[in-house]
């Protein structure tokens, strides 16, 4: 909560302006989100197409590549196209609706052959013997009128503006439709002499959306004659019988609109009530290809085709041969004969597979988008990014599922683009948001504590910022003094830039040695570094890792030594060792930042930083590198130790139990370090009994037989137990204990 609180204010904004986008979205709808919608619903029909059920009375009847094989080029003499009705007729069929707009007199007629000759002898003559011949028009017609057929009609915005005979009745039951329906003021219909003899005439026109696929037909709409119906609608009315087309608007007895206009609820044909939307336009569910569909007109023509496949039937005649250009996109297929979707489309109206999309489904999906938008806003700043980008995920499928689901069980068309567009912008904005606020994090907390804490703490911080504490708290630290010895010895002759190259060429070691065991560097005081460790972030096992830096920092010195003598040799000068003092403590410590209103450090205060520094101090009075308190010994023991007895350091008043280390736990497990030890117990032995003498004499046998730079320290116990010798010391719990009269 901590964390999330810190990263409100940037990160609500910039989910407040992405949230204005998804509200602006919504409620424009604009054509760009119709796309995105119509790409989900159309992979949907892909996903689960309509079975095709081949009990439902329709067929098409396809002027294909066998029958321009059979019959010649298309257009046919229409006394061949009278003879398939005829055949058809014969057959049973209960309605036969021809996609085919006979627009034009049939130019294959003997009568027009006639009219297009010259003028003379051979005219009149050929003229008196086709006097008797019916024309081609007329055989249709009259085959036309002696059975069940709807004949295709083109509404436009251009071409005649005469009104084709009107074949059906309309009612209307409600408001008056027309202002909702598609208008057109011109028309392409049959000629006159078919017109007439048909028993239905219906628009072949479709409505494609931008893309030019067609999704929605329209069932009705308005053309020169009045209120028009589709060439599938009409050829259900015709194979029904029935006179009249009844449209329920709203308003309409049975109908809730609250006294408002919202256009068409329903179209009544025969036995038929079909949902409609408010243009009287069906959106239907199509279905995969099936050859059981599709009758050659060559095999109906030459008797080939089944008796079972036209009785009962509504027939639909089109082009379907390559070339003839009846073509259109549908959702499934990019290439469609028109003839076909008129036949799908009676396929969705007879088996009730229409695809609906409710009136209330633009306020539901932008309530989902809402209330997906503010959950993964709120989980953003909360949870892990993957737990917040796995529940974003898990969202879109859930919305997704849940919409294929109302689209196969239920045939509605509800979005779930739109909600999951506002989970995807909701879960990016955020998300970048977040990501800049943890990189500006990043940058600071690496500013603030990049060169001095190690790079693993570091990462911590920036993970875990609620962790760190600036005001100040009191933890329990391991305090690291050191310090070079002689220093203004060594820098003695040197200039300012060969100084600060030495200076950077021990500091450099000495801090890794410190940071690669997750230590944090407090400061460097010329050329002595204070380091803690467990802050600000906890760290396991610090003590050891502590003793660790330290034995590292020795092993840097004597690299760094070695380093300066070959320099020293090959120039030919003069050359003198470093040496340094490690003073650790282990105890409770303020740390915090600290400094002036004007400028203040993450750093550390106390009791423990006190002593520690004491205790860098007592180095140089036992002439050792690293010493320890006992506090500090007693969680690592596993070291080599040395116990030097109790000291009391200025300004204390209790002392403290000191430990040298000799080396680590591989060394404290040897044998050469165990007699070391048994000697150095014997020598502190008599130290803790007043035998001064024996323990003098003891710390001279060890001088002379320990490591050089162990020798120093028995030198100086030699002188200790001699001074104690002369002047006893005070005593502290029965043991005598030395007492520091300077830091």
């Not at 019959?71 to 009705?85: D, I, K, M």
Request: net charge neutral; glycine share 8%; proline share 6%.
């Amino acid at each position: 909560m901590k964390r999330s609180r810190r990263r409100r204010p940037a990160y609500l904004l910039a989910t407040a302006a992405a949230a204005l986008a998804v509200l602006a979205i919504g409620r424009l709808q604009p054509p760009a989100l119709d796309d995105l919608r119509n790409f989900v619903f159309d992979s949907f029909q892909r996903l689960a197409p309509r079975p095709y059920d081949p009990g439902l009375p329709v067929r098409v009847v396809a002027v294909d590549e066998e029958s321009l094989a059979v019959f010649g080029q298309w257009p046919w003499p229409r006394t061949r196209l009278a003879e398939l009705v005829d055949k058809l007729t014969e057959a049973g069929a209960a309605a036969i609706a021809f996609d085919i707009i006979f627009a034009e007199e049939d130019q294959t007629s003997l009568d027009h052959f006639v009219r297009q000759l010259p003028d003379g002898p051979a005219k009149t003559e050929i003229a008196a013997a086709v006097a008797h011949a019916i024309p081609n028009d007329r055989l249709l017609a009259q085959s036309v009128a002696a059975a069940p057929v709807a004949l295709g009609l083109t509404l436009s915005g251009a071409g005649a503006r005469r009104a084709p005979p009107q074949k059906t009745g309309v009612a209307i039951a409600g408001d008056d439709p027309v202002e909702f329906l598609a208008s057109f003021p011109g028309v392409v219909a049959p000629i006159d002499t078919l017109a007439e003899a048909a028993r239905g005439l219906g628009a072949t026109n479709w409505a494609p959306d931008r893309d030019g696929v067609v999704r929605r037909i329209p069932l009705l709409a308005m053309g020169p004659g009045g209120v028009t119906p589709s060439l599938a609608l009409e050829a259900l009315r015709v194979a029904q019988g029935a006179s009249t087309i009844v449209i329920r608007s709203s308003n309409a007895s049975g109908e809730t609109a609250f006294g408002r206009q919202t256009g068409v609820n329903a179209v009544k044909v025969g036995a038929f009530e079909i949902a409609v939307g408010a243009g009287a336009d069906i959106r239907p569910r199509y279905g995969a290809e099936a050859a059981q569909r599709v009758l050659s007109a060559a095999a109906m023509l030459q008797g080939r085709a089944p008796r079972e496949a036209i009785e009962g039937r509504i027939l639909f005649i089109g082009t379907t041969a390559v070339g003839l250009g009846d073509i259109r996109a549908t959702p499934l297929q990019p290439t469609v004969p028109g003839v076909e979707i008129h036949a799908q489309i009676l396929e969705s109206l007879l088996s009730g597979a229409l695809l609906s999309r409710p009136d209330w489904a633009n306020g539901l999906e932008l309530i989902a988008a809402g209330a997906a938008f503010v959950i993964i806003a709120a989980l953003l700043p909360m949870v892990a990014p993957l737990f917040s980008a796995l529940a974003a995920i898990g969202a879109i499928v859930a919305l997704f599922a849940a919409s294929f689901l109302a689209f196969d069980r239920a045939g509605l068309l509800v979005d779930a683009a739109f909600p999951s567009l506002s989970i995807a912008l909701a879960y990016g904005v955020g998300a970048v948001a977040l990501w800049r606020q943890d990189q500006a994090a990043r940058r600071h907390v690496h500013m603030a504590f990049g060169k001095f804490i190690a790079p693993a703490v570091v990462e911590g911080l920036v993970e875990h910022p609620e962790r760190l504490v600036l005001g100040g708290e009191t933890r329990e630290l391991t305090v690291l003094f050191s310090d070079l010895r002689d220093f203004s010895s060594i820098s003695e002759g040197l200039s300012a830039q060969e100084l600060t190259h030495f200076m950077n060429a021990y500091l450099t070691p000495m801090t890794d040695a410190i940071l690669d065991r997750e230590g944090t560097v407090d400061k460097y005081i010329g050329d002595a570094i204070v380091a803690f460790w467990n802050a600000p972030l906890d760290i396991a096992d610090h003590p050891r890792k502590a003793v660790g830096a330290a034995l590292a920092m020795r092993a840097a010195l004597l690299r760094f030594n070695a380093e300066r003598a070959a320099v020293a040799a090959r120039e030919d000068r003069a050359y003198r060792r470093a040496a340094m003092g490690i003073g650790i403590n282990l105890g409770p410590c303020s740390v915090g930042n600290m400094g002036s209103a004007r400028r203040f450090d993450y750093s550390i205060l106390g009791d423990v930083v006190n002593l520690t520094s004491r205790l860098e101090g007592l180095c140089k009075w036992f002439r050792v590198d690293i010493l320890v308190s006992g506090d500090l010994r007693d969680v690592a023991a596993e070291f080599a130790w040395l116990d030097l007895g109790a000291a009391l350091v200025v300004g204390r008043s209790t002392p403290t139990r000191i430990f040298a280390l000799a080396g680590d736990a591989r060394f404290a497990a040897s044998e050469a370090f165990a007699a070391w030890r048994d000697d150095h117990v014997t020598m502190m032995r008599y130290h803790a009994e007043g035998d001064f003498t024996r323990a003098r004499a003891a710390a001279a046998r060890l001088s002379a037989t320990v490591e050089p730079d162990w020798s120093g320290c028995y030198m100086a116990m030699e002188q200790r137990f001699a001074a104690f010798e002369a002047a006893p010391p005070s005593m502290a719990g029965g043991e005598p204990v030395w007492k520091m009269d300077s830091k």
